[in-house]
């Protein structure tokens, strides 16, 4: 590991954390009638919420206490944590395959296997490595070795598909970009910043919709956008990491007005939104994150899934 103070790293990595659960929380706020969420997008109101994150946010709580307690990532040792943070408090809109495999690892089949054999022997090709890994990337900003590495063990004990994987890196070295602008006090354009993630990623479909999002201009009709990036309607890491990671290139000194573009879109609203705020929330500028969110988001430091 290279000579920066552990304690940095870890602000870092807790930054990120609180990056995803305000995203988190945001986004899951603009669930239910549509014809008002719309409304509420469009005059930048925030619908009447108790802020509380998901599941993006209490698994990514696992993934930032095993950096915290060695710097890396013990598989067996994360698995158990989302599995017993899980059984603290199922209602945080956990997906039915994800339940299945916490379900099966608990009732003694390896994770291995079981990672494996899902979607008949495919693997999950979800969003929900993706929406974990900020911290990872925040923590070893400075290693993107070390970040890929740490994104694809946080990943494949869940989701072995490489889309999924792929995804998961994508963020992780998106936020690791971020965590590294903040340090070298650099700016990066948005094409920089996609393509510099993309000379990370292994090919796969989520890379090149990743790619295309480079021809995506920022003013564009969010439908059109929609239809070309997706909005994680579906739940995959295609449908969902392309448009987080443009959302996030034209927004990187602007958390607050990452989150209103990234909510616009609609579809999977609190993943999307948890990702772009794990990522920009490190490298904007203080100014442009809310006060008022930072003090009305569940605090994940006094929740039940964190271990003292």
Wanted: one cysteine or more; proline letters at 2%.
């Amino acid at each position: 590991m290279n000579h920066i103070e552990i304690a940095y790293r870890i602000e870092n990595a807790r930054k990120a954390l609180l990056g995803v659960s305000i995203g988190d929380a945001f986004g899951d706020s603009f669930f239910g009638d549509l014809e008002q969420v719309l409304g509420n997008i469009y005059l930048r109101q925030i619908p009447e919420t108790k802020w509380e994150f998901t599941d993006d946010t209490v698994m990514s709580i696992a993934v930032f206490e095993e950096l915290e307690r060695n710097g890396g990532i013990d598989q067996e040792n994360l698995i158990k944590q989302f599995c017993i943070n899980h059984d603290l408090d199922a209602n945080r809109g956990y997906g039915a395959t994800l339940r299945r495999l916490l379900r099966e690892v608990q009732n003694g089949e390896s994770w291995q296997e079981v990672s494996k054999k899902a979607f008949e022997g495919q693997g999950s090709m979800g969003n929900g490595a993706a929406m974990r890994v900020c911290p990872i990337g925040a923590f070893h900003f400075d290693d993107f070795q070390k970040v890929k590495e740490l994104a694809v063990k946080s990943a494949e004990i869940t989701h072995s598909n490489i889309e999924a994987i792929t995804g998961a890196v994508a963020v992780a070295i998106g936020t690791a970009l971020t965590a590294k602008m903040k340090f070298d006090r650099s700016i990066l354009t948005p094409i920089d910043f996609i393509d510099k993630i993309l000379n990370e990623l292994p090919d796969s479909d989520t890379k090149s919709k990743i790619s295309k999002s480079k021809s995506v201009p920022y003013n564009y009709n969010i439908e059109t956008v929609k239809s070309i990036l997706g909005n994680g309607i579906n739940m995959t890491a295609q449908d969902t990491v392309p448009f987080a990671i443009w959302c996030t290139a034209y927004n990187l000194q602007n958390f607050e007005e990452g989150l209103w573009k990234a909510v616009s879109i609609l579809g999977d609203r609190d993943t999307i939104c948890a990702i772009v705020g794990g990522m920009s929330i490190l490298s904007s500028e203080d100014l442009n994150i809310p006060q008022l969110w930072v003090n009305s988001v569940e605090s994940f430091e006094k929740s039940v899934f964190r271990r003292k």
